[in-house]
């Protein structure tokens, strides 16, 4: 039983009913295929491209290998443009590749990679942009790609948070020459742990394969120095089962992310994520952010307050990434560099958003924000 004052946490991971996935551990059980490309792994690959509508699709353990796997199939190396508005692991896959991250600022609206910004931080050394689909708001992908074409650069998306977002009549994914998502237990589709990269052609999709399985090509083949990044029976298996459940998953989410804003939107001092024009969301999350001069208290108190009601939101992305000691010494981390980015990480709180998260508590959680707004006012 959920009792009022149980803590609301900004996510809950969402979970099929235990007896619809018993089968299909009953059947890996019986055919003792666990891993490497067995037969769940093949049917969710092919499930997944089907309901991505996407070309290609390589299953990895999770979205970070895949990430790291992206920037050695298309041999990235030197200095990457990315943006410090993200999750750690976005320029840690840079890191594990021996490549410089140069954080470029992101547009002020949309909290992505800006691409205005973009061309003044090329060098000769520069191979790739590493845009991320930020709440799974597109990037101005159009922009971006003449960009890329221009300077002939690579563009590998993080798209960890858009599973299943269309842009501009498409998958999401098709854009740049990869997309990274992943299933995280707290991502908007989950298999525990999990991830995938996405292609536009079969040789790609090969080279993939090979190197998320130590660079085999054949029995006695290898042709890289590959990692072990494969997904296994289970996880697949689970993929399987979940995807049956996303669209009326994300159907729930979308009516919280209405009430979230017919009652937001009103209160002055708080804006809320505009969304992209074009696009299919998928409301992986609900971010405010909070302006301390008109809506009277900061951010931090607000946070707090939630915290004092049992809402437990996040400041997703607060620090910047540029702000932790393995980025903070490169040049373009200077907070000078990256003014709309260190605004952004001081005005955000993702609200608690996900499927089973009642009506009532997102009107709590609103009559709060309100709230202090109106005491802040005396
Ligand atoms: C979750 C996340 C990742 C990492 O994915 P994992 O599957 O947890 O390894 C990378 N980038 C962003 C933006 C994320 O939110």
Redesign the pocket.
């Known amino acids: 039983m959920k009792n009022l004052s149980d803590p609301i946490f900004v996510t809950q991971p969402s979970l099929p009913e235990l007896d619809e996935f018993i089968p299909y551990l009953e059947q890996i059980w019986k055919n003792k295929q666990l891993t490497n490309n067995g037969p769940f792994h093949q049917q969710f690959e092919k499930e997944l491209a089907e309901y991505l509508d996407v070309p290609y699709i390589s299953l ?1 353990a ?6 790291v796997t992206a920037l050695q199939v298309l041999r990235i190396t030197g200095e990457v443009i990315t943006t410090p508005y ?5 320029s840690h ?1 840079l890191w594990w590749n021996n490549i410089k991250p140069v954080f470029v600022d992101i547009e002020p609206e949309f909290c992505n990679l800006d691409p205005e910004k973009i061309e003044a931080a090329i060098t000769p050394k520069t191979t790739a942009i590493l845009p ?1 689909h ?1 709440y799974g708001n597109p990037c101005d992908t159009k922009r971006i790609q003449e960009i890329a074409d221009t300077y002939g650069l690579k563009v590998i998306y ?1 798209a ?2 858009a599973f299943g977002v269309n842009h501009r009549e498409q998958s999401i994914c098709r854009f740049g020459d990869l997309s ?1 998502l ?3 237990a ?2 908007v589709f989950n298999t525990m ?3 995938a990269l996405i292609c536009n052609d079969d040789a790609t999709k090969k080279r993939i394969d090979f190197l998320k399985n130590f660079g085999f090509a054949g029995e006695t083949t290898v042709i890289a120095p590959g990692i072990n990044s494969k997904m296994n029976e289970m996880q697949a298996a689970l993929g399987l089962v979940q995807l049956k459940h996303h669209q009326s998953n994300i159907d729930k989410r979308s009516k919280l992310a209405h009430i979230y804003r017919s009652k937001l939107s009103p209160i002055d001092g708080i804006s809320l994520l505009p969304e992209r024009e074009s696009m299919t969301p998928n409301h992986s999350y609900f971010p405010i952010f909070v302006d301390e001069r008109i809506y009277g208290i900061t951010r931090d108190e607000l946070y707090d307050r939630l915290k004092d009601n049992g809402i437990f939101g996040r400041r ?1 992305f607060y620090p910047l990434i540029t702000e932790f000691p393995m980025y903070k010494g490169l040049e373009s981390s200077a907070p000078s560099n990256l003014p709309a980015a260190k605004r952004k990480a001081e005005e955000v709180i993702c609200l608690p958003i996900y499927p089973n998260l009642e009506i009532p508590t997102a009107l709590k959680i609103c009559s709060i924000i309100s709230d202090c707004k109106s005491q802040a006012k005396q």
């Open positions: 990895f999770n979205g970070t290998l895949a990430l993200s999750f750690v692991a976005t896959s991320v930020v993080d960890a948070h990274m992943s299933f995280h707290t991502k742990e999990g991830g997703y």
